[in-house]
């Protein structure tokens, strides 16, 4: 399975930015996609999930603010950020797992600055 995700960039605070993360390859029911974040020095951190069904679940940094979505026939996932602050800055991933197997996505940085 191979992870393209993009649509990061510059947003000042308080602004919206939508990621988006196609996947390709061997796609099985029972599968988790999901967004990570990670800033230098720190542990990559789940910003949100979301499973095949369609149940989803978020850090609680995010919630309120951010909603994630997936279309199951263009496999893919989204990740709607709104109300950005300067602490949402960060590299973001996108991240599959299905059958016990994790895949990643290339990161796309998101900064919220004035």
């Known amino acids: 399975v191979q992870l393209q995700a993009s649509g990061g960039g510059l947003v000042q605070p308080g602004g919206s930015l939508r990621l988006s993360c196609a996947a390709s390859?061997?796609?099985?029911?029972?599968?988790?996609m999901g967004w990570y974040r990670q800033t230098p020095g720190n542990q990559r951190e789940l910003v949100a999930n979301?499973?095949?069904?369609?149940?989803?679940d978020y850090a609680a940094s995010a919630k309120g603010r951010f909603t994630i979505s997936r279309d199951r026939s263009k496999k893919m996932v989204y990740l709607q950020m709104n109300s950005l602050k300067p602490e949402d800055t960060a590299d973001y991933y996108c991240?599959?797992?299905?059958?016990?197997?994790?895949?990643w996505g290339q990161g796309t940085l998101v900064t919220v600055s004035s």
């Open positions: 991240r599959f797992q299905q059958r016990g197997d994790s895949y």
């Open positions: 390859g061997s796609i099985f029911g029972g599968n988790v």
């Open positions: 979301i499973l095949s069904n369609g149940a989803a």
